[in-house]
Each structure stands twice: as structure tokens, then as C-alpha cells.
């Protein structure tokens, strides 16, 4: 056993205080190799890099689903699906912002987004396909990107600090010994003259870690006694996601010759280990620059650099008392050289990259914003004239007149540079050009600094059964109409602060004075639907066994209405059923009938009568459904409102009968495509701004909702 894993806590922390380091990775020691400079930045200042290339982040997602198709497994032996699989690499790229994006030549970030996405789309595809290659190797898996922190000895020499390794999946193989593997995605394949090289240190220092890490996993050694031998196969899976010309699998697996070349590789980790160690013990080393090295940021490299020598310890928050400490002690002649003496221009002028033209907010803070977006356009060769700025609630329309010859296609291309320029996080260009003024102009709509609520105003409340809803920066009211029978039900999403409850609020308001009869299904008490409780015309309900209950009814009125008079009755008695936080409902609803306790007292025919009706069951999911699918015909007409609909629950089917969908704020482009079948509603401002999709128009129309003068 190493001997330093038998220190006291307090001994521990002595011994760890001289060192600038408190701990030591394969990652670590690859970075000291290739680039002393980033080793010192990341793992001494920890002054990591504001940005990623783009085979990270397709890494990072690819990863995330691997570590969620994993879990699932590990439990059930169930695969999931390709379309959850990528659900969840959605949610993974759409939490990496625009800003972690490492800029490309001729390359916009949505453009680096798409193919992000195109790649993890692929690699998730082979993963499916060719799952059998880990199949063939896999009898239990013990641990998924677990973090194992272990000091370790590599030629009977003790490690003075403790190795932290991560990997991908630590298993039990079929033959019942201790096995490791290790994910990677690659646009390429690792020549196999390369493989010993690249693979080494990172197989043999996770397979140092897990041996220590086993020993104490009492449990598994029980089960599996083999397993105390340590790791007997180490593996790395290489999937492409560039297609083989040959057609052939996708997946590559390498594997690892632990026993032929474990004493070559541990001899090839010792010696970076040992100039590490050697480094972050010694105050006054110097941590060389490499130029050549491509897989850093040269630019952030050369910054940190002149930071350290211009700033010195007080420019870097993160070092640890212990650091300073050590750090203190490197001679003033190293730390500071003579770089005091050069003047700060010059300094400032070298750190940054030659050729390179400012374009931010600050740089054009006279412009206005119609000017920043000409200005940044031009820069971009492709000269524009903002030809009308149309000046809205939540934003403001821009009207871009092209200039002849230029692709309005490749207008697209710039919406974050754009955003950019103008100061705010995005901006959103709608699909289809805008008629204005006798000509067709490029919209571009910029988030407002400052919101002007659109409250309604009784003349804009049309006659008939149209319901206002809003209105969009040209002065145009938009309804939804419940007398025509392409819009009978409306869709409504929006997270809290979006203006979803003021806009249902607005519709009640609006309905009751056309005399419909309201019932609200309010299973979150919102006490802005509570106050409805005593008002006329209006029923409130909250709980979900008596919404269950209610929809069912309903289902059974509509039938009794078409037996009786047809669709006749669809005019004269017209009823409107809000129902919020659905979504929520849906996943906790009933699924089936319950017997009661006494079933077996209960005489033959009211058993079987019983029974009859437990076949007849429906949810209250397939009540609704069924409500959006014939209630027109009977008059009665749906608002379901949630914060966020799933692809399950909105479904062809029901998007089909919520021809009209209003979406508001959401989080995440794929809440947006769910509602609107394209992204947008994520670029949204809040309180009211929303995204309308209906018959009426071939893409969603950006519109400010009303709110009712009457609360």
C-alpha cells in the first residue's frame, strides 16, 4: 500500500501543503507534456479556457447520452431509445451557450450548433446499431463515471499525491473478472502505429486507480472473486462520426494488452508523473510555452501569461492559501522579468490577435441599433439598408432591404453576430419576409430594454366567438376564433414569468362577457383562478380525482348531445374549459379503475357490471383527447395550458386538434419545436411575448398578449 494513503487527516493536509498541486490526472500529466504553459494555467491558477472546440463538445454531449443509455441499463437490462437518447443530448447542447463555442473561419455559431448536433445524431445512431460489441463483453456493470480518488505506487515507488481518474464504465466481463472501458468520438480513427502512444497513459492510470478502488469494495469482491485480481481488460471504443467508406461498423474496439505492456506503459506514465511531481514542488520552475501546440488557444495562453507577470498572484482568485504560499517564494527576477519596464500599449498590443477588427456594443455605443446592424453586415460583405424600424411592446422590428445580387438566405448566417452587435443575447429573424409599405422586407426582431404592456381595450374586442389575444408590432389584432371549426381549441405553454396566467386570465375575462359558460381546471391553486370561486357563470376545480371526474362527464354530454340534436346545439351553448398545469395532470392521472374493498361482497351482476365499466376506462389523457378530437360539434371548446408539453403528450394526434398553439417563454428550443414545430420561443423576452401559431399563417407570428383591464 502506498504510504501515503495511511496519513491522518492532519498529516494529509500537512503533506499536501507543499505541493501546488493537491492532486494528479492522466489529463494533467498529458497537458504537462504538450504544453507546460496549460498545465500551469488549468491545474496550478485553474484558469480554464472560457471556450471549447468543437470535437469537445461533441464529446461532452455523446458522453452525457452514453452515461444516461448506462444508468438505465445498469438497473434493467432495457436499451433505450434513439429518440430519448437524443432528447437527452438536446437538453446537453442546449445548455452549452453560444459563448463556449471556439470561433471557426467563415463559421456562425448556429451553423457550429447544426453540426454538433448532425455528429451526436450520427455517433447515437452506430452506438444503437453496433450496441452488440458491448454487449458481447458485458455481465454486470459496477460503476459508471464513478470518481475514484487514489494514491498509487508504480515501480515500488509511492505516488506523494493521489491519482483522480473517471471512467467511463468499470464492468464485470463474462468471464467473471474486473474490466474497464472507455468511450470516445472521433472524426477519425487513431492510426494503430499510434495507439500504444496516445493510449497509454490514460489505460494504465485508470487501471492503477480501480485496482486500489476494488479492494475496497467488499460487495463486489463477494459476488465476483475474481474481481480482487484487478483489472484483467481495458478497452476504448472508438465511434466516428465521419461514415466509412467501406460500409463497414462504425464502432472500433481496441483493445488493451494489459499484461505484455503494463510494465512498458507504467514506465512511460512514471516519467511524466515524476516531472510533474518534480515541477509543483519547486516555486521557482519555469513552465515552458509551446507554440506548436494546436490544442490550446494560443491567444489565451499568451494572456495568461502577460497576466501573470503584469497581475501577479492577486489576478487570480482561485489559487488556495497554500498556493500563494509556495508561490511567493519564486524569485522576483523570474515573476515579474523585466516586462515593468515595457509600456503597457505595447504589452496590450502584443496579447492580441493581429487583424482582428472590434466590433462590440461599446465599439459603436454612438450608432444606433438600426446603424449596428448595417455596420456589422457590411463588415461581413453583405451591405444592407434598414428600411423601416417598427417600434413594438416586448420588441422592436427591423425591416432589412437587401441589396440586389446578395442571397436573403444567407441573412441567417449572422443571427448571433447580430445579437451582437446590438447588445442583447439574440435576436430572431422570422422564416418568411414581411409585407410592408408595398414591398417585401427580412425582419429582424430586437428584445426592447424597456417593456410596454398592451392592455385590451374594449374596441378591439371583436364581435362573434373570437376570443383577442394579442397583437403584433404592425397594430394587427389576433384572435382565436371558437366558431370556426379549423380553430376549436387553443394550446398554451409558457414557463413562470412567461405571461401565461395573465393571458388565460384575459381569455376568461373576454369569454365571460360573450356569455360562454367557464369551467377552470386548476390543480395548482393559482390564487389568481381561486378568486373565480364565487363569481358568476364560472366553476373552479382543483383537485384531480374531481378534474378526473369532470372530464369524464364531459365526454359523456357530448355524447348525449349528439344523440340528441346533432351539431345543432354548437352555437346556441357555447362552453369553454381552461385547463392548466395539464401536463402535470396527465403524469399523475388515474390509470385505471380501483376495486373497492367489499368487491367480493358485491352480488354476480354487480361484479360483472362493474367489470363492464373497468373495460371501459379511459384516462384522463384519452378523455381530453377525445373532448379535442368531437367537443366542437357540442359546443364545448379546451385551453390547455402547461409550462412545458412533451412530445408524448402532444402528439400528432393532438396537434391536429390544437390547430392553434400560443406559445410563450419556454427554456429550451425543443420546448419551442414541440409547440411550433421550430425553434424561436426560447429567444423570447417574457411577460406576455409569444409566439402564435394557427391556420391563419405559414410560420408562428411574434405578437405582445393583452392584459384585461379588469385585474
Same mark, same amino acid.
Request: glycine share 4%; aromatic share 10%.
Given at each position: 500500500?502506498?504510504?501515503?494513503?495511511?496519513?491522518?487527516?492532519?498529516?494529509?493536509?500537512?503533506?499536501?501543503?507543499?505541493?501546488?498541486?493537491?492532486?494528479?490526472?492522466?489529463?494533467?500529466?498529458?497537458?504537462?507534456?504538450?504544453?507546460?504553459?496549460?498545465?500551469?494555467?488549468?491545474?496550478?491558477?485553474?484558469?480554464?479556457?472560457?471556450?471549447?472546440?468543437?470535437?469537445?463538445?461533441?464529446?461532452?454531449?455523446?458522453?452525457?447520452?452514453?452515461?444516461?443509455?448506462?444508468?438505465?441499463?445498469?438497473?434493467?437490462?432495457?436499451?433505450?431509445?434513439?429518440?430519448?437518447?437524443?432528447?437527452?443530448?438536446?437538453?446537453?447542447?442546449?445548455?452549452?451557450?453560444?459563448?463556449?463555442?471556439?470561433?471557426?473561419?467563415?463559421?456562425?455559431?448556429?451553423?457550429?450548433?447544426?453540426?454538433?448536433?448532425?455528429?451526436?445524431?450520427?455517433?447515437?445512431?452506430?452506438?444503437?446499431?453496433?450496441?452488440?460489441?458491448?454487449?458481447?463483453?458485458?455481465?454486470?456493470?459496477?460503476?459508471?463515471?464513478?470518481?475514484?480518488?487514489?494514491?498509487?505506487?508504480?515501480?515500488?515507488?509511492?505516488?506523494?499525491?493521489?491519482?483522480?481518474?473517471?471512467?467511463?464504465?468499470?464492468?464485470?466481463?463474462?468471464?467473471?473478472?474486473?474490466?474497464?472501458?472507455?468511450?470516445?468520438?472521433?472524426?477519425?480513427?487513431?492510426?494503430?502505429?499510434?495507439?500504444?502512444?496516445?493510449? @497509454?497513459?490514460?489505460?494504465? /492510470?485508470?487501471?492503477?486507480?480501480?485496482?486500489?478502488? +476494488?479492494? #475496497? !469494495?467488499?460487495?463486489?469482491? =463477494? $459476488?465476483?472473486?475474481?474481481?480482487?485480481?484487478?483489472?484483467?481488460?481495458?478497452?476504448?471504443?472508438?465511434?466516428?462520426?465521419?461514415?466509412?467508406?467501406?460500409?463497414?461498423?462504425?464502432?472500433?474496439?481496441?483493445?488493451?494488452?494489459?499484461?505484455?505492456?503494463?510494465?512498458?506503459?507504467?514506465?512511460?506514465?512514471?516519467?511524466?508523473?515524476?516531472?510533474?511531481?518534480?515541477?509543483?514542488?519547486?516555486?521557482?520552475?519555469?513552465?515552458?510555452?509551446?507554440?506548436?501546440?494546436?490544442?490550446?488557444?494560443?491567444?489565451?495562453?499568451?494572456?495568461?501569461?502577460?497576466?501573470?507577470?503584469?497581475?501577479?498572484?492577486?489576478?487570480?482568485?482561485?489559487?488556495?492559501?497554500?498556493?500563494?504560499?509556495?508561490?511567493?517564494?519564486?524569485? @522576483?527576477?523570474?515573476?515579474? /522579468?523585466?516586462?515593468?519596464?515595457?509600456?503597457?500599449? +505595447?504589452? #496590450? !498590443?502584443?496579447?492580441?490577435? =493581429? $487583424?482582428?477588427?472590434?466590433?462590440?456594443?461599446?465599439?459603436?455605443?454612438?450608432?444606433?441599433?438600426?446603424?449596428?446592424?448595417?455596420?456589422?453586415?457590411?463588415?461581413?460583405?453583405?451591405?444592407?439598408?434598414?428600411?423601416?424600424?417598427?417600434?413594438?411592446?416586448?420588441?422592436?422590428?427591423?425591416?432589412?432591404?437587401?441589396?440586389?445580387?446578395?442571397?436573403?438566405?444567407?441573412?441567417?448566417?449572422?443571427?448571433?453576430?447580430?445579437?451582437?452587435?446590438?447588445?442583447?443575447?439574440?435576436?430572431?429573424?422570422?422564416?418568411?419576409?414581411?409585407?410592408?409599405?408595398?414591398?417585401?422586407?427580412?425582419?429582424?426582431?430586437?428584445?426592447?430594454?424597456?417593456?410596454?404592456?398592451?392592455?385590451?381595450?374594449?374596441?378591439?374586442?371583436?364581435?362573434?366567438?373570437?376570443?383577442?389575444?394579442?397583437?403584433?408590432?404592425?397594430?394587427?389584432?389576433?384572435?382565436?376564433?371558437?366558431?370556426?371549426?379549423?380553430?376549436?381549441?387553443?394550446?398554451?405553454?409558457?414557463?413562470?414569468?412567461?405571461?401565461?396566467?395573465?393571458?388565460?386570465?384575459?381569455?376568461?375575462?373576454?369569454?365571460?362577457?360573450?356569455?360562454?359558460?367557464?369551467?377552470?381546471?386548476?390543480?395548482?391553486?393559482?390564487?389568481?383562478?381561486?378568486?373565480?370561486?364565487?363569481?358568476?357563470?364560472?366553476?373552479?376545480?382543483?383537485?384531480?380525482?374531481?378534474?378526473?371526474?369532470?372530464?369524464?362527464?364531459?365526454?359523456?354530454?357530448?355524447?348525449?348531445?349528439?344523440?340528441?340534436?346533432?351539431?345543432?346545439?354548437?352555437?346556441?351553448?357555447?362552453?369553454?374549459?381552461?385547463?392548466?398545469?395539464?401536463?402535470?395532470?396527465?403524469?399523475?392521472?388515474?390509470?385505471?379503475?380501483?376495486?373497492?374493498?367489499?368487491?367480493?361482497?358485491?352480488?354476480?351482476?354487480?361484479?360483472?357490471?362493474?367489470?363492464?365499466?373497468?373495460?371501459?376506462?379511459?384516462?384522463?389523457?384519452?378523455?381530453?383527447?377525445?373532448?379535442?378530437?368531437?367537443?366542437?360539434?357540442?359546443?364545448?371548446?379546451?385551453?390547455?395550458?402547461?409550462?412545458?408539453?412533451?412530445?408524448?403528450?402532444?402528439?400528432?394526434?393532438?396537434?391536429?386538434?390544437?390547430?392553434?398553439?400560443?406559445?410563450?417563454?419556454?427554456?429550451?428550443?425543443?420546448?419551442?419545436?414541440?409547440?411550433?414545430?421550430?425553434?424561436?420561443?426560447?429567444?423570447?423576452?417574457?411577460?406576455?411575448?409569444?409566439?402564435?401559431?394557427?391556420?391563419?399563417?405559414?410560420?408562428?407570428?411574434?405578437?405582445?398578449?393583452?392584459?384585461?383591464?379588469?385585474?
Amino acid at each position: 500500500m502506498n504510504k501515503y494513503a495511511t496519513l491522518s487527516p492532519e498529516e494529509l493536509e500537512k503533506h499536501l501543503s507543499n505541493f501546488l498541486i493537491s492532486s494528479w490526472s492522466q489529463s494533467s500529466i498529458s497537458d504537462f507534456i504538450r504544453n507546460e504553459k496549460s498545465f500551469e494555467r488549468k491545474h496550478i491558477f485553474r484558469d480554464y479556457s472560457k471556450q471549447k472546440g468543437m470535437s469537445a463538445i461533441i464529446g461532452d454531449v455523446y458522453d452525457k447520452a452514453l452515461n444516461h443509455f448506462f444508468e438505465v441499463y445498469k438497473v434493467s437490462k432495457e436499451k433505450t431509445g434513439f429518440d430519448a437518447l437524443m432528447q437527452v443530448a438536446h437538453n446537453k447542447l442546449d445548455s452549452i451557450g453560444a459563448n463556449k463555442y471556439r470561433a471557426q473561419k467563415d463559421k456562425t455559431i448556429s451553423q457550429l450548433q447544426l453540426k454538433a448536433l448532425n455528429a451526436v445524431n450520427f455517433l447515437i445512431k452506430n452506438f444503437l446499431s453496433e450496441f452488440s460489441v458491448y454487449e458481447n463483453e458485458i455481465q454486470e456493470i459496477i460503476g459508471i463515471q464513478n470518481k475514484i480518488t487514489e494514491f498509487i505506487s508504480i515501480n515500488d515507488i509511492d505516488i506523494p499525491l493521489p491519482l483522480v481518474t473517471k471512467p467511463d464504465l468499470i464492468f464485470i466481463d463474462k468471464g467473471g473478472f474486473l474490466a474497464v472501458l472507455d468511450h470516445k468520438s472521433k472524426y477519425s480513427y487513431t492510426k494503430q502505429a499510434d495507439v500504444n502512444l496516445r493510449y @497509454s497513459n490514460q489505460s494504465i /492510470a485508470y487501471i492503477l486507480a480501480v485496482n486500489e478502488w +476494488i479492494k #475496497k !469494495q467488499k460487495d463486489i469482491v =463477494k $459476488k465476483y472473486p475474481k474481481a480482487i485480481e484487478g483489472v484483467k481488460k481495458f478497452f476504448f471504443y472508438e465511434n466516428k462520426f465521419s461514415k466509412n467508406k467501406d460500409n463497414s461498423n462504425q464502432i472500433r474496439q481496441i483493445p488493451i494488452d494489459i499484461e505484455k505492456s503494463r510494465v512498458l506503459y507504467e514506465q512511460v506514465l512514471f516519467e511524466g508523473i515524476w516531472r510533474v511531481m518534480e515541477a509543483v514542488q519547486n516555486p521557482d520552475y519555469v513552465y515552458l510555452m509551446n507554440p506548436n501546440d494546436y490544442f490550446e488557444d494560443g491567444e489565451e495562453i499568451i494572456n495568461f501569461w502577460i497576466k501573470t507577470h503584469l497581475e501577479g498572484l492577486e489576478g487570480f482568485p482561485k489559487l488556495k492559501p497554500h498556493q500563494i504560499t509556495l508561490l511567493k517564494k519564486k524569485r @522576483s527576477a523570474i515573476r515579474r /522579468a523585466s516586462l515593468v519596464g515595457i509600456p503597457q500599449n +505595447i504589452i #496590450k !498590443q502584443f496579447s492580441q490577435p =493581429k $487583424k482582428f477588427i472590434s466590433l462590440t456594443p461599446k465599439d459603436m455605443e454612438n450608432m444606433t441599433i438600426a446603424q449596428r446592424i448595417e455596420h456589422r453586415l457590411s463588415t461581413f460583405g453583405y451591405p444592407v439598408k434598414i428600411a423601416h424600424v417598427i417600434e413594438g411592446y416586448s420588441c422592436d422590428t427591423y425591416l432589412v432591404d437587401v441589396n440586389a445580387g446578395l442571397k436573403i438566405s444567407k441573412i441567417y448566417n449572422y443571427e448571433m453576430d447580430i445579437a451582437n452587435a446590438v447588445g442583447v443575447s439574440n435576436v430572431r429573424i422570422a422564416k418568411t419576409l414581411v409585407n410592408y409599405d408595398d414591398a417585401a422586407f427580412v425582419s429582424i426582431e430586437v428584445k426592447r430594454k424597456d417593456l410596454r404592456p398592451l392592455f385590451l381595450e374594449q374596441s378591439e374586442i371583436p364581435g362573434g366567438w373570437e376570443l383577442p389575444l394579442g397583437k403584433d408590432n404592425f397594430g394587427k389584432v389576433f384572435s382565436w376564433d371558437i366558431g370556426n371549426p379549423t380553430t376549436p381549441h387553443l394550446m398554451i405553454a409558457g414557463t413562470s414569468g412567461s405571461g401565461k396566467s395573465v393571458t388565460i386570465l384575459t381569455i376568461i375575462e373576454t369569454a365571460r362577457k360573450k356569455g360562454i359558460k367557464i369551467t377552470i381546471l386548476d390543480p395548482k391553486y393559482d390564487e389568481k383562478f381561486l378568486s373565480y370561486k364565487n363569481k358568476r357563470g364560472v366553476t373552479v376545480m382543483n383537485e384531480l380525482p374531481e378534474i378526473e371526474k369532470f372530464m369524464k362527464s364531459k365526454v359523456e354530454e357530448m355524447d348525449e348531445i349528439f344523440k340528441a340534436y346533432g351539431a345543432r346545439g354548437a352555437s346556441e351553448n357555447k362552453q369553454l374549459i381552461i385547463f392548466d398545469e395539464a401536463a402535470d395532470c396527465f403524469a399523475r392521472q388515474s390509470r385505471s379503475i380501483e376495486y373497492p374493498e367489499d368487491f367480493e361482497d358485491w352480488g354476480e351482476d354487480e361484479q360483472k357490471q362493474f367489470e363492464r365499466e373497468a373495460k371501459r376506462f379511459k384516462t384522463l389523457e384519452e378523455n381530453t383527447l377525445i373532448l379535442s378530437q368531437k367537443a366542437r360539434s357540442a359546443g364545448i371548446h379546451l385551453v390547455l395550458a402547461a409550462q412545458r408539453f412533451s412530445v408524448k403528450v402532444l402528439s400528432g394526434d393532438a396537434k391536429a386538434n390544437f390547430s392553434t398553439r400560443l406559445c410563450l417563454f419556454v427554456k429550451s428550443s425543443i420546448d419551442s419545436r414541440v409547440m411550433l414545430d421550430q425553434e424561436g420561443a426560447e429567444k423570447l423576452r417574457g411577460k406576455g411575448d409569444a409566439l402564435l401559431s394557427s391556420p391563419e399563417s405559414s410560420e408562428p407570428v411574434r405578437l405582445q398578449c393583452f392584459i384585461s383591464k379588469n385585474f
